[in-house]
């Protein structure tokens, strides 16, 4: 699995591709103009969405064969990695070679639709500001680019990277003492744990950010007359909304991040770059926090999850018995 991810990676950053660019300055697209959209709601929504679903599929249509049989050939490896798993999670992490192999496969199919729709997104953006839209984003980020962004060390250097370096510790904190106890045992943390994790996490860290800060929200923000406000907060309600059957209540929380990297991602002149590098790295530090405090035993107590309690002054009144004297 982890070598399927270096063959995406080489192929994305291929003469054509683009280079990785400096961080929040996207590159001006050098490759032969695409061939015009039938319509802009194909540009912009009808073959980004097949995309997603069919990796490769706006790029055939779009005459760009080359990246077409990437995202397609990324798709189809990941697909046959779930499909030849003789074990496949239906909920929680899997602790097994084979079924950490099929959520990896799935996870591959899934960052390589997302990619694939960000590109065909992005592959009709020329075509559409010839007719007057999307002149908010006068600049594009291939796809190359965005791979690279999670190690991209120079975002260190900003304050927004920092905030949101904060957040991730104190929601890991968070997690870390309520999963721990004195007395219960926890399975062994293995390399292979360390290697679906940081896959996991590259692939939602950059394929995730791809679809929704890179594709959806720049077309809601256009969709709704650049209204950044609703905008933004449509494309970070559908995100947490999205995270709702894994997270739980905490998808609300995520929604919120969703959020804050709208208003980052607009702030940066559309790069997602910054974003990706904030999402590769929580998701590191979570798959991490999780998998090494997977409960296993505790040979003298039960395993009770402490709920969150928040207490409050008490306020009492005394009555007193029926027909005492005042």
Same mark, same amino acid.
């Given at each position: 699995?982890?070598?399927?991810?270096?063959?995406?990676?080489?192929?994305?950053?291929?003469?054509?591709?683009?280079?990785?660019?400096?961080?929040?300055?996207?590159?001006?697209?050098?490759?032969?103009?695409?061939?015009?959209?039938?319509?802009?709601?194909?540009?912009?929504?009808?073959?980004?969405?097949?995309?997603?679903?069919?990796?490769?599929?706006?790029?055939?249509?779009?005459?760009?064969?080359?990246?077409?049989?990437?995202?397609?050939?990324?798709?189809?490896?990941?697909?046959?990695?779930? =499909?030849?798993s003789p074990e496949?999670?239906?909920?929680?992490?899997?602790?097994?070679?084979?079924?950490?192999?099929?959520?990896?496969?799935?996870?591959?199919?899934?960052?390589?639709?997302?990619?694939?729709?960000?590109?065909?997104?992005?592959?009709?953006?020329?075509?559409?500001?010839?007719?007057?839209?999307?002149?908010?984003?006068?600049?594009?980020?291939?796809?190359?680019?965005?791979?690279?962004a999670p190690f991209d060390?120079?975002?260190?250097?900003?304050?927004?990277?920092?905030?949101?370096?904060?957040?991730?510790?104190?929601?890991?904190?968070?997690?870390?003492?309520?999963?721990?106890?004195?007395?219960?045992?926890?399975?062994?943390?293995?390399?292979?744990?360390?290697?679906?994790?940081?896959?996991?996490?590259?692939?939602?860290?950059?394929?995730?950010?791809?679809?929704?800060?890179?594709?959806?929200?720049?077309?809601?923000?256009?969709?709704?007359?650049?209204?950044?406000?609703?905008?933004?907060?449509?494309?970070?309600?559908?995100?947490?909304?999205?995270?709702?059957?894994?997270?739980?209540?905490?998808?609300?929380?995520?929604? =919120?991040?969703?959020?804050?990297?709208?208003?980052?991602?607009?702030?940066?002149?559309?790069?997602?770059?910054?974003?990706?590098?904030?999402?590769?790295?929580?998701?590191?530090?979570?798959?991490?926090?999780?998998?090494?405090?997977?409960?296993?035993?505790?040979?003298?107590?039960?395993?009770?999850?402490?709920?969150?309690?928040?207490?409050?002054?008490?306020?009492?009144?005394?009555?007193?018995?029926?027909?005492?004297?005042?």
């Amino acid at each position: 699995m982890r070598s399927a991810w270096i063959v995406v990676l080489a192929l994305a950053t291929i003469p054509g591709s683009g280079a990785a660019q400096g961080d929040s300055v996207p590159a001006q697209r050098d490759s032969v103009p695409a061939r015009p959209a039938r319509s802009a709601w194909s540009a912009q929504a009808g073959l980004p969405l097949l995309s997603v679903l069919l990796p490769g599929f706006g790029q055939f249509l779009q005459k760009a064969p080359g990246p077409g049989l990437v995202f397609t050939a990324a798709g189809v490896t990941g697909i046959t990695l779930f =499909a030849s798993s003789p074990e496949v999670a239906l909920s929680g992490l899997p602790r097994s070679a084979a079924g950490q192999r099929a959520m990896m496969g799935a996870e591959l199919y899934t960052a390589a639709g997302f990619l694939s729709g960000y590109e065909s997104f992005h592959r009709a953006l020329p075509g559409l500001r010839q007719r007057g839209m999307y002149a908010f984003m006068p600049r594009d980020e291939p796809v190359g680019s965005l791979m690279t962004a999670p190690f991209d060390v120079r975002f260190l250097g900003r304050w927004t990277t920092w905030l949101d370096l904060v957040h991730s510790a104190v929601m890991i904190g968070m997690f870390v003492a309520r999963e721990t106890s004195p007395g219960w045992q926890y399975r062994p943390y293995l390399a292979r744990d360390a290697v679906f994790g940081t896959s996991m996490s590259y692939g939602a860290g950059v394929g995730e950010e791809a679809a929704f800060r890179g594709w959806i929200y720049p077309a809601l923000y256009h969709a709704m007359s650049e209204n950044f406000l609703v905008s933004n907060a449509t494309q970070a309600v559908l995100f947490g909304a999205l995270h709702r059957e894994s997270a739980g209540a905490f998808a609300i929380e995520i929604g =919120a991040w969703a959020f804050y990297e709208g208003w980052l991602t607009r702030r940066n002149g559309w790069s997602i770059r910054e974003s990706i590098f904030h999402h590769f790295w929580y998701d590191v530090a979570a798959f991490v926090a999780e998998l090494a405090t997977d409960f296993e035993s505790c040979p003298t107590c039960v395993r009770v999850r402490p709920p969150l309690v928040l207490t409050f002054p008490s306020i009492s009144f005394r009555i007193p018995p029926f027909g005492a004297s005042h």
